[in-house]
């Protein structure tokens, strides 16, 4: 391992994830066991454009597995978008003797480390911290285990309720281009129809499905929408099943923004804690512009490019599981 940087700080930026609290916790105490300093950036990009830097020991995150959201707190920054802002970022960097950088977050915060490395050479690696688990090079995002099993709790009530009076409950749940948490939602639990934005299921679709179910006598339905769902959300979407199909009692249930709070299962603890280890390790061997991720249970390193550009996709063989297990 190159021994030679002695300063890293680490920030979160984009949407908050379950588990990102275990990344900065394995983070801070990775880079104490190896004799760095690391300081914490608040609020992501804006933080860091005006100084807003946190020393950070291993005391600092005693406590801190366990929560949700992150102590780093998190901000979108219009102004780190332009050059100017850029600029006033490194020269805070350079002030505080920052010679590399974690970037915990998504796609966004990918695309702002890697040209703000081109521009300024400050090495970053990535930590994926997102509940969308929509980043190229790994299996699994941290936080998306825990917003899924959030939103399968909510799911599980609204069809007692559903059963109970007899209703079709359209649950949109987050998801704004990829299906990854409405899939496994709508398997677990026990959805007739599942709509995502990579298989554009039209709402003649959805309409002829439940027609058929009401044929077969089933009284209850669960639909799951995602909210990037191309047709629609969930709220137009079952405005024009009731249209077709007035004898339906319908009900909206949009589960919104509680699938990003609460505190991480024990999936989001270990690979948040994993991929913190792996991210300043990757820093002191060198790397930059990688993200760390863990696929087919191996740590790979992934260039920011190809999370940025390539696109992660579904696993066909779970719709038709959805389709059959809904008969």
């Known amino acids: 391992m190159n021994a030679q940087m002695k300063r890293i700080a680490v920030f979160t930026s984009g949407g908050d994830a379950p588990g990102m609290n275990a990344a900065i916790r394995a983070v801070v105490r990775t880079a104490t066991y190896h004799g760095i300093e690391v300081y914490g950036i608040m609020r992501g990009y804006s933080g860091m454009i005006k ?24 901000a979108r920054s219009q102004k780190f978008m332009t050059k100017e802002g850029r600029q006033q970022a490194f ?7 920052i010679e590399g950088l974690v970037a915990i977050g998504g796609n966004g915060t990918f695309t702002g ?4 490395e081109q521009e300024f050479g400050i090495p970053t690696v990535g930590a994926p911290g997102t509940i969308d688990n929509d980043l190229y090079g790994t299996d699994y995002t941290i936080g998306y285990d825990t917003a899924v099993n959030t939103a399968l709790d909510c799911i599980d009530k609204i069809r007692d309720t559903a059963d109970s009076h007899d209703r079709c409950f359209f649950v949109e749940v987050m998801g704004r281009d990829s299906g990854y948490i409405a ?20 709402v003649d679709v959805v309409i002829d499905t439940l027609q058929a179910g009401w044929k077969r006598s089933k009284t209850s339905f669960i639909v799951i929408v995602a909210e990037g769902e191309d047709e629609g959300n969930a709220t ?3 405005a024009r099943v009731k249209e077709a199909i007035p004898q339906l009692d319908t009900r909206v249930t949009v589960i919104g923004h509680i699938q990003r709070g ?37 740590l790979v390193y992934t260039p920011f490019i190809d999370t940025i550009n390539k696109k992660k996709l579904i696993n066909q063989s779970f719709m038709r599981m959805v389709e059959i297990l809904s008969v």
């Not at 603890?269 to 760390?292: D, F, H, T, W």
């Open 51 to 74: 100084g807003e830097f946190v020393r950070l020991d291993s005391a600092s995150v005693s406590n801190t597995v366990q929560k949700g959201g992150t102590i780093l707190k998190s």
């Open 113 to 116: 480390a890697m040209i703000f």
């Open 91 to 97: 020269d805070q960097l350079v002030n505080n003797g």
């Open 183 to 202: 899939i496994p939602c709508a398997i677990g639990g026990g959805a007739e129809i599942v709509m995502i934005p990579e298989t554009q299921m039209s």
């Open 262 to 298: 609460g505190s991480p299962t024990a999936a989001d603890r270990l690979l948040g804690s994993q991929i913190g280890i792996a991210a300043v390790e990757g820093l002191m061997n060198g790397m930059r512009n990688v993200m760390a991720g863990i696929v087919d249970k191996k």
């Open 236 to 238: 137009n979407t079952a």
